[in-house]
């Protein structure tokens, strides 16, 4: 006889798992032996590790090896993140290109910090860059927007950018309209399409190891002009 306090069975949904522990992935994990990253490996400074990195990854055909993860926090300190595409780096910092009326944009007018995040799952490695962020001239955004492939261009044309709209229909008209205007191909670079440089203060190289004693330096820079150090740091 069952009474209201007899423990209750939870009902399986014929995988053995119960309705408590079916979305716990406590057993999903795998070993990191791809590689290793030692003191000796490390290149002088993070831009030319990096360059070495980023490489190693477009040679190995990782798929898409340049989207990077672009961490933003609002006023309230609300944090967000989105995945895009790297579009350039040198000495003075890493730089994509977005609609800059968006709410990746809004939140960096209102805090000029960021951190990007490239993760290679197959090499089993990662890079955490933090700094401050500028955003870039429009006008200097021509020669990439012009090299983009003609749906992209109008694609961006059509999209303000995190504007709610009603129904995908509206996108589609709207290229649609502009076809119609630049049969060409032509369509002008919106006004407010550039781009945002993330300037590196803080660079670190992330190696996964066997029983996750992972490999982790990080470089840090003492002034903007200073030498880049680097230094070990626990997994």
């Avoid at 910092?93 to 800059?100: E, K, N």
């Avoid at 880049?228 to 626990?234: F, K």
Wanted: some cysteine.
């Amino acid at each position: 006889m069952q009474t209201d306090d007899t423990p209750r069975t939870p009902p399986r949904d014929g995988t053995g798992a119960t309705p408590a522990n079916r979305n716990d992935l406590i057993e999903e994990r795998r070993d990191y032996t791809a590689d290793t990253l030692r003191r000796s490996d490390l290149a002088e400074g993070p831009l030319a590790q990096f360059t070495a990195w980023l490489a190693d990854a477009r040679a190995k055909k990782i798929l898409d090896a340049t989207a990077m993860t672009v961490a933003t926090a609002d006023a309230r300190g609300q944090p967000h993140a989105r995945v895009v595409l790297l579009k350039h780096f040198d000495e003075a910092g890493f730089v994509w290109y977005t609609y800059q009326e968006s709410d990746k944009a809004r939140q960096l007018a209102e805090n000029p910090r960021a951190a990007i995040l490239f993760y290679w799952c197959a090499l089993e490695r990662q890079v955490r860059i933090e700094g401050t962020v500028e955003r870039l001239d429009p006008a200097n955004a021509d020669d990439y927007f012009y090299s983009r492939p003609e749906g992209s261009r109008f694609s961006a044309a059509a999209s303000v950018q995190s504007a709610p709209i009603p129904d995908r229909g509206v996108l589609e008209r709207r290229v649609a309209e502009l076809h119609a205007l630049h049969p060409d191909g032509t369509v002008p670079r919106p006004d407010v399409w550039g781009g945002y440089r993330l300037r590196p203060e803080r660079v670190e190289f992330w190696q996964g190891r066997a029983d996750r004693l992972h490999d982790r330096f990080v470089f840090t820079q003492n002034g903007v002009d200073a030498a880049w150090a680097a230094e070990r740091i626990s997994p």
